[in-house]
């Protein structure tokens, strides 16, 4: 890596199932760590019908709401609900798990948040488990 690059804010995780997905973000995320969240997952849907997905947030420092209205975001959060079966979400900010329990009931995907201390039982509830990274 060059000095003046920056790590992704969004790392795909390994998981021990072909069709159980997940995330690590971490910073402040900007458009380019959305889009490439959303093509990782678009690739998911050519090789499966139905994922489960968990989204780990840690470090949280911030969203660049403009992403959010990106025409290419839209798309993909259309998207995705039509291929998630159950997304975990850990971590975060205390206005995530308030966010998810208010928007859960208008999408048919299951949703749910978990503290950064229920780690364990986030990756139980998607039946799944990460594996080892890269030593």
């Known amino acids: 890596m060059l000095i003046n ?4 804010h969004v790392r795909r995780i390994d998981t021990d199932r072909e069709d159980a997905y997940a995330f690590e973000i971490t910073g402040h995320i900007t458009t380019a760590d959305v889009e490439n969240m959303y093509g990782l997952l678009e690739g998911a849907y050519e090789l499966h019908e139905r994922i489960d997905l968990i ?69 139980a509830w998607i039946d799944a488990n990460p594996l080892p990274g890269p030593a």
Do not use: N
């Open 5 to 8: 690059e920056t790590p992704p």
């Open 55 to 123: 989204v780990t947030i840690r470090d949280y420092e911030g969203f660049d709401w403009s992403a959010a209205w990106k025409d290419r975001v839209m798309f993909g959060k259309t998207r995705a609900f039509e291929h998630i079966r159950k997304c975990a979400v850990v971590g975060g900010p205390g206005w995530v798990g308030t966010a998810v329990a208010l928007f859960r009931p208008f999408f048919s995907v299951e949703m749910k948040h978990f503290e950064a201390t229920e780690m364990d039982a986030a990756w």
